[in-house]
């Protein structure tokens, strides 16, 4: 079937490193791709997309990378910091039933230690 | 701007019980979905309504759940019945019309049941 999904649980980072959270999708029809981040009892927060059309977008310390050759989204933190320790989400935006349908994948945990 | 406004927080129901969960979505947004998270996992999706419409709820247990969004007030999701297996966080989002970037979430109600 189709779907969103991750390929690593869990990532621990230095203070200061680079962060890179990947995940592979399997629905080529999708328009826009979403990073979320979700913090410990907080709803998820928008960081970054990326429409279907692009490679490459960046943000403030965040850049997406989108591979359609091979079904992959990336999501790279630039000199991570203690406040990025939070969950984060790949999420597709899928045109289903009329309207734009927002599917998630499974999550990454980013552990920022000092 | 308020943003999504969920409540309560925090629900505790026995098994048997009613659950209400309410949810107002942001100014001028008049589309509100539902969704499920449990814990260490993604977000599942619910439901889709408009005002006083359910336009999508292929995600929606067939039995003891249902949702509503009436002219006037907040989005309600009703769980009759709970089971300890109803235990898990709901997050509201809203959107504008054709959301095409995505949604916009509340902070969540976390139900347990016991």
């Known amino acids: 079937g189709e779907s969103v999904g991750l390929h690593l649980p869990t990532l621990s980072v230095q203070e200061g490193d680079n962060s890179i959270i990947n995940c592979a999708y399997s629905?080529?029809?999708?328009?826009?791709f979403i990073w979320y981040k979700q913090e410990s009892g907080k709803g998820p927060q928008f960081i970054i997309d990326?429409?279907?059309?692009?490679d490459k977008r960046q943000g403030q310390r965040v850049t997406v990378l989108l591979n359609k050759t091979v079904k992959h989204l990336s999501l790279q933190i630039a000199a991570t910091q203690p406040g990025d320790s939070a969950v984060y989400f790949c999420?597709?935006?899928?045109?289903?039933?009329?309207?734009?349908?927002?599917?998630f994948g499974a999550g990454t945990r980013l552990a920022v230690h000092p | 701007n308020a943003g999504v406004m969920q409540n309560p927080r925090h629900l505790v129901r026995r098994r048997g019980q009613e659950a209400r969960l309410r949810c107002s979505p942001m100014?001028?947004?008049?589309?509100v979905y539902w969704y499920r998270q449990l814990p260490e996992e993604g977000l599942k999706f619910m439901v889709y309504?408009?005002?006083?419409?359910?336009?999508?709820e292929s995600g929606m247990p067939k039995e003891r759940f249902s949702a509503e969004f009436p002219k006037e007030g907040p989005s309600i999701l009703r769980i009759q019945q709970v089971v300890r297996g109803d235990s898990a966080a709901y997050f509201c989002?809203?959107?504008?019309?054709?959301?095409?970037?995505?949604?916009?979430f509340g902070s969540g109600t976390r139900l347990t049941v016991v």
């Open positions: 989002a809203s959107s504008p019309q054709g959301a095409n970037r995505g949604y916009t």
């Open positions: 629905n080529s029809a999708s328009d826009y």
């Open positions: 990326i429409r279907s059309n692009m």
């Open positions: 999420a597709e935006l899928r045109l289903s039933g009329g309207y734009n349908k927002l599917i």
């Open positions: 100014k001028g947004h008049s589309h």
């Open positions: 309504l408009q005002k006083e419409n359910i336009i999508d």
